[in-house]
């Protein structure tokens, strides 16, 4: 089935540095979906990209979806505190089903 | 207020008993999804239903089974089969069937510890 590589795993910032969180794939992807889930919280959807090098912008967060569809990333400027979780990104493996990614996990220190 | 309830949050079960986790929705969707999360491992999909009383296997069906009786209801049975059950549970569920045009709303989950 169709498979997503996320990385980095894990990051640690300090506030105010910027983050950048990549998923690739070996095949070209029809769209991608970005959730973030807070610690101890359930993933909650964030955006959906489907044309080829796409940008969407959520204030100080930046999707872009590369020209193959094969990639995409999210990039947050500034980091703040609240930023704290683990970010996924998603992919259709079928009619109606998505696989995710593993996360990256991002740690903001004040 | 809409939106998707699991029940309940912390599960202790001991070794060899089956469990059921209970899910239900008020948004009126029509696909509704269970998914394992465990450390590391990002999300993997267990079941999902596109219709009442239809439901297929997703990756890691083996030792887990579902129902759909209601539309807005879509419990999980962990049964003794699975090997290694302790996990957090996420339920979600989308309008539409088509993944491609539809976001996932995800319950709170459920943390299942099997002693």
């Known amino acids: 089935g169709q498979q997503v590589m996320q990385i980095p795993q894990y990051q640690h910032v300090q506030e105010g540095e910027d983050f950048t969180t990549y998923c690739n794939s070996s095949?070209?992807?029809?769209?991608i979906q970005w959730y973030k889930q807070r610690p101890g919280g359930h993933p909650v959807f964030l955006i959906q990209?489907?044309?080829?090098?796409e940008v969407k912008k959520q204030k100080r967060l930046t999707f872009q979806f590369g020209e193959a569809k094969k990639n995409s990333s999210l990039h947050i400027t500034a980091t703040q505190t609240t930023d704290v979780g683990t970010y996924f990104c998603?992919?259709?493996?079928?009619?109606?089903?998505?696989?995710f990614g593993k996360g990256t996990m991002l740690l903001v220190s004040p | 207020d809409g939106g998707i309830t699991q029940s309940p949050k912390y599960l202790f079960r001991k070794e060899g008993q089956n469990v059921t986790l209970s899910c239900e929705q008020n948004?009126?969707?029509?696909?509704m999804y269970w998914y394992r999360q465990d450390p590391g491992q990002g999300l993997r999909l267990i079941y999902y239903?596109?219709?009442?009383?239809?439901?297929q296997k997703g990756d890691i069906a083996e030792g887990y089974s579902v129902s759909r009786e209601k539309k807005e209801s879509f419990p999980l049975t962990v049964t003794s089969a699975q090997k290694n059950p302790t996990a957090f549970y996420l339920c979600?569920?989308?309008?539409?069937?088509?993944?491609?045009?539809?976001?996932?709303?995800f319950g709170p989950g459920t943390r299942l510890t099997v002693l």
């Open positions: 239903s596109q219709i009442v009383n239809d439901f």
């Open positions: 948004l009126n969707h029509d696909a």
């Open positions: 979600a569920s989308s309008i539409g069937v088509v993944a491609y045009y539809n976001e996932q709303f």
């Open positions: 095949t070209t992807l029809s769209n």
């Open positions: 990209l489907v044309k080829s090098g």
């Open positions: 998603a992919v259709n493996s079928g009619y109606s089903t998505l696989t």
